[in-house]
């Protein structure tokens, strides 16, 4: 291979122009995974007894709060950039925005959300659960048309050992040298994860509700936690990684509160194919 080629054989982050407007495909992605979420989260709510109407009424509620608050995390955190760069706190079509704010800030709107409208709180986390880590394995791919969330320097050689296609290696040159592709560990462990969950879900008796959710976090933060310890454009608050110290806390917390909710005497958890006990008659 000629390491020239790869100066000038970046793909191209625009999709296509309409007039001024440009369609990015980090966009194009997120909005693709977001789409198919959807569409299984909606299939697993009715055998849940939930109203699959109810599913799209969170997306519209959650994903602006989801995206407003994924990119000021982001901004929160690189705020000595955006300071003096007002004007790009908004572009997040360039990416730039960081999946555990996206995380709080959703979990904010489905708890106010389920709690409005009688639903469980744990089982739409466990109905949502599968869905996000997939939609997390997709939407990686949009940093990996950006030339974002990538590692440390490595070798052509490193590359071709791991059998990537040559697309991939030759996006992975940046700035003048080979990175290490973390999108790509990322996007794998987590569409692992995403086949795990939905394998296991309908096993009767295994799942009490919530612990397909709190097995999520566990998965997740697990992966992450190496992961980001390979980057180099983590997020950094007085020398610590904020997202690999963020995964630590969340593993361990999930850890014990699934531990909690299984040992507690009093109000047994339902199972998690009990479905919504509070659904009227007619989802029954």
């Not at 994924?70 to 925005?97: M, P």
């Not at 040298?177 to 296991?200: C, H, K, N």
């Not at 806390?249 to 006990?277: C, E, H, K, S």
């Amino acid at each position: 291979m000629d390491l020239v080629n790869f100066s000038v054989g970046a793909l191209n982050p625009i999709a296509f122009s309409w007039g001024s407007l440009q369609v990015h495909w980090y966009g194009i992605i997120i909005a693709s995974a977001v789409v198919l979420a959807t569409i299984l989260a909606v299939r697993e709510a009715r055998r849940r007894r939930v109203d699959p109407d109810r599913i799209y009424d969170l997306i519209l509620w959650s994903l602006p709060v989801a995206i407003i608050s994924a990119r000021a995390y982001y901004v929160i955190f690189e705020w000595g950039y955006y300071q003096n760069h007002l004007s790009e706190i908004i572009r997040v079509w360039d990416g730039g925005i960081a999946i555990y704010g996206a995380l709080i800030g959703a979990g904010i709107v489905v708890y106010l959300f389920c709690r409005y409208y009688w639903i469980p709180v744990w089982l739409m986390l466990d109905i949502i659960a599968p869905v996000l880590i997939m939609a997390q394995g997709i939407g990686r791919w949009g940093n990996f048309m950006n030339q974002e969330a990538f590692g440390r320097v490595t070798s052509l050689a490193f590359l071709q050992s791991l059998h990537l296609p040559h697309f991939i290696i030759q996006q992975m040159w940046i700035n003048g040298a080979f990175r290490q592709p973390t999108f790509l560990y990322e996007s794998v462990w987590d569409i692992l994860g995403f086949i795990v969950l939905m394998s296991l879900r309908h096993v009767p008796k295994l799942f009490k509700q919530g612990e397909i959710f709190l097995s999520y976090v566990i998965w997740y933060s697990f992966g992450r936690f190496f992961v980001e310890g390979m980057r180099t454009d983590s997020l950094m608050l007085l020398g610590i990684r904020v997202s690999q110290w963020l995964s630590v806390v969340l593993f361990m917390g999930a850890i014990g509160l699934l531990i909690w909710r299984r040992t507690r005497v009093q109000n047994p958890v339902p199972d998690y194919l009990d479905g919504n006990q509070f659904a009227p008659k007619d989802l029954e």
